[in-house]
C-alpha cells in the first residue's frame, strides 16, 4: 500500500479522535507520552512544538498498528544502507542491536533474508518479551528464517552464550529493557536531555564473547523507509560504559531528527534517571489542554510535563 494514501488516511482518523478526546480526554498512553516529550525534549529547544511532535508520534503509531494487522500493507525498505558492515563479519556470528523506532517491525526481516541468503545454515533469533512474542510471531517471521527466544526465561544468558558462540546472531531491541529480574549493574546513557538507565548483562557477555554487535535502525527519511546498518561495535571488558554507548549514539542522532518515529514515549519515564531541570514553560501553552480520566480521576498536564490529579465530581 502506498505510504503517502496510509498516511493521509491516518491523519484524517486522528483529526476525529482529537474532537472526540477534547471532551472524553485522551488514553493513558498517549497523556504519558505527552509527559515525556515535554520533559525529554523542551531541554533541547525543539525545532518542532511538543504538540506537534505528539500528533505526529501518534499517527506513526496508528500507521505501524495498521502494518502489524495487516502485513502484507508493508511494500519493504526503499533503501538499505551499510550492508558491506554486516557481510564483513557475517560468518562469526554477534549481536544485531536495535530501537523501536522507524519501522523497526521490518528491520529483523530485512536483515535476516540478507544474512540466510549468505549463510543458509545459519540460526537467526530474535530475543523478544513474552508480550512481544505474542503479537510479533502474527508476522510469520518463521517463513524468513527467524526463531524466537523469550527474554524472561530463566538461564537466557546462558542460552545467549551458547548460540553466539556457535556464529549464529541474535535480534536484539535495546531500549526494550527485558530480562529476568533486576540488573545489579545497570548503565548509565544520556538520551536527548535526561539520563537513562540501560541493561548491561548483553554488554558484558559480548566483552567475554569478543563478538560483534552491529547497530541496526530504520528510519523514515523524506518519506522514504531506510534500513541503515552501522559498523561493528566490539566490546572491551574493561570499558562496559564506553561500548555501549557507541552503540546507544547512533539511536540518539536519528531520535533527534525525528522523535515521532520513536514508539516507547509511552514509557520512557520507566527508565529516566534523572530529568533534565532547564525547561522553558513557556513555550508550551498548550499543555493544559490535555487531560485524562481514570476511574474518578482526572489527569492534568502542567506546563513543564509534570501530572496533577483532580477529583471528578460527576
Given at each position: 500500500?502506498?505510504?503517502?494514501?496510509?498516511?493521509?488516511?491516518?491523519?484524517?482518523?486522528?483529526?476525529i479522535s482529537l474532537l472526540y478526546e477534547k471532551f472524553k480526554g485522551v488514553s493513558f498512553d498517549y497523556f504519558i507520552s505527552y509527559s515525556n516529550l515535554i520533559k525529554?525534549?523542551?531541554?533541547?529547544?525543539?525545532?518542532?512544538?511538543?504538540?506537534?511532535?505528539?500528533?505526529?508520534?501518534?499517527?506513526?503509531?496508528?500507521?505501524?498498528?495498521?502494518?502489524?494487522?495487516?502485513?502484507?500493507?508493508?511494500?519493504?525498505?526503499?533503501?538499505?544502507?551499510?550492508?558491506?558492515?554486516?557481510?564483513?563479519?557475517?560468518?562469526?556470528?554477534?549481536?544485531?542491536?536495535?530501537?523501536?523506532?522507524?519501522?523497526?517491525?521490518?528491520?529483523?526481516?530485512?536483515?535476516?533474508?540478507?544474512?540466510?541468503?549468505?549463510?543458509?545454515?545459519?540460526?537467526?533469533?530474535?530475543?523478544?518479551?513474552?508480550?512481544?512474542?505474542?503479537?510479533?510471531?502474527?508476522?510469520?517471521?518463521?517463513?524468513?528464517?527467524?526463531?524466537?527466544?523469550?527474554?524472561?526465561?530463566?538461564?537466557?544468558?546462558?542460552?545467549?552464550?551458547?548460540?553466539?558462540?556457535?556464529?549464529?546472531?541474535?535480534?536484539?531491541?535495546?531500549?526494550?529493557?527485558?530480562?529476568?529480574?533486576?540488573?545489579?549493574?545497570?548503565?548509565?546513557?544520556?538520551?536527548?536531555?535526561?539520563?537513562?538507565?540501560?541493561?548491561?548483562?548483553?554488554?558484558?557477555?559480548?566483552?567475554?564473547?569478543?563478538?560483534?554487535?552491529?547497530?541496526?535502525?530504520?528510519?523514515?527519511?523524506?518519506?522514504?523507509?531506510?534500513?541503515?546498518?552501522?559498523?561493528?561495535?566490539?566490546?572491551?571488558?574493561?570499558?562496559?560504559?564506553?561500548?555501549?554507548?557507541?552503540?546507544?549514539?547512533?539511536?540518539?542522532?536519528?531520535?533527534?531528527?525525528?522523535?515521532?518515529?520513536?514508539?516507547?514515549?509511552?514509557?520512557?519515564?520507566?527508565?529516566?534517571?534523572?530529568?533534565?531541570?532547564?525547561?522553558?514553560?513557556?513555550?508550551?501553552?498548550?499543555?493544559?489542554?490535555?487531560?485524562?480520566?481514570?476511574?474518578?480521576?482526572?489527569?492534568?498536564?502542567?506546563?513543564?510535563?509534570?501530572?496533577?490529579?483532580?477529583?471528578?465530581?460527576?
Amino acid at each position: 500500500m502506498d505510504r503517502k494514501l496510509l498516511l493521509w488516511f491516518c491523519k484524517e482518523l486522528l483529526k476525529i479522535s482529537l474532537l472526540y478526546e477534547k471532551f472524553k480526554g485522551v488514553s493513558f498512553d498517549y497523556f504519558i507520552s505527552y509527559s515525556n516529550l515535554i520533559k525529554e525534549i523542551l531541554p533541547i529547544q525543539p525545532r518542532s512544538s511538543i504538540r506537534k511532535t505528539w500528533i505526529n508520534y501518534r499517527i506513526h503509531n496508528m500507521m505501524t498498528n495498521i502494518y502489524r494487522k495487516h502485513p502484507y500493507l508493508f511494500s519493504g525498505f526503499d533503501k538499505i544502507i551499510g550492508v558491506e558492515n554486516i557481510m564483513e563479519w557475517v560468518k562469526e556470528g554477534g549481536i544485531l542491536l536495535s530501537f523501536h523506532y522507524g519501522d523497526y517491525r521490518y528491520g529483523p526481516r530485512a536483515v535476516a533474508q540478507l544474512l540466510l541468503k549468505r549463510v543458509p545454515k545459519l540460526k537467526f533469533i530474535m530475543l523478544v518479551d513474552q508480550e512481544s512474542y505474542n503479537e510479533e510471531i502474527k508476522l510469520k517471521y518463521k517463513k524468513v528464517g527467524v526463531e524466537f527466544i523469550i527474554a524472561e526465561q530463566v538461564n537466557i544468558g546462558l542460552k545467549l552464550y551458547r548460540l553466539i558462540s556457535n556464529n549464529n546472531w541474535v535480534y536484539v531491541y535495546l531500549d526494550g529493557n527485558t530480562g529476568v529480574g533486576n540488573d545489579s549493574s545497570p548503565i548509565n546513557v544520556n538520551f536527548l536531555s535526561s539520563k537513562i538507565y540501560i541493561r548491561s548483562g548483553l554488554f558484558r557477555l559480548m566483552g567475554r564473547l569478543h563478538k560483534p554487535i552491529i547497530p541496526v535502525i530504520t528510519r523514515i527519511n523524506e518519506g522514504k523507509r531506510e534500513l541503515i546498518i552501522y559498523p561493528a561495535v566490539f566490546i572491551e571488558t574493561n570499558k562496559v560504559q564506553e561500548g555501549a554507548e557507541k552503540c546507544f549514539k547512533y539511536f540518539r542522532e536519528e531520535i533527534l531528527k525525528s522523535p515521532e518515529h520513536w514508539r516507547l514515549w509511552y514509557r520512557h519515564h520507566w527508565q529516566v534517571i534523572n530529568w533534565a531541570t532547564n525547561i522553558s514553560f513557556e513555550k508550551n501553552e498548550k499543555a493544559m489542554n490535555i487531560f485524562c480520566k481514570v476511574k474518578k480521576l482526572n489527569l492534568r498536564l502542567g506546563s513543564e510535563g509534570n501530572v496533577y490529579k483532580t477529583i471528578d465530581k460527576g
